[in-house]
């Protein structure tokens, strides 16, 4: 991913509960669980997003990073941006803050499983 990733901050139950662990096994989960439970929230911002071509649903990408997980368009999709935060002259159409909003709960069961 570019420049064009969207950095969503986690559900206080998610962030409270990876804060609670020691950094280490913070660490761990997050490379080994974070992605895999990453996936869903990707799946159905693919399937919220504006789809005049597809391009953007095709192109949102999981970027595991040493303590965090990010989640947005690729590079060439940057226009996603402008979809779900508007622009002076486009109004605002989130897909990625409904899917992480509509998620998080699947997202810590996965992550407790």
């Known amino acids: 991913m570019g420049k064009s990733i969207l950095i969503l901050r ?27 439970a990453a996936t869903i929230m990707q799946q159905e911002a693919s399937r919220n997003a504006p789809r005049r071509t597809g391009f953007l649903s095709d192109n949102i990408d999981i970027e595991v990073q040493t303590t965090k997980v990010l989640i947005g368009p690729s590079a060439p999709a940057f226009y996603g941006m402008f979809q779900e935060f508007g622009t002076s002259r486009f109004p605002a159409r989130p897909w990625l803050g409904p899917a992480f909003k509509n998620n998080s709960d699947a997202v810590l069961k996965r992550l407790e499983g």
Do not use: M
């Open 10 to 36: 986690g559900s206080t139950e998610i962030v409270k509960a990876l804060k609670d662990l020691d950094r280490r096994t913070r660490n761990k989960v997050i490379r080994k669980w974070l992605p895999d």
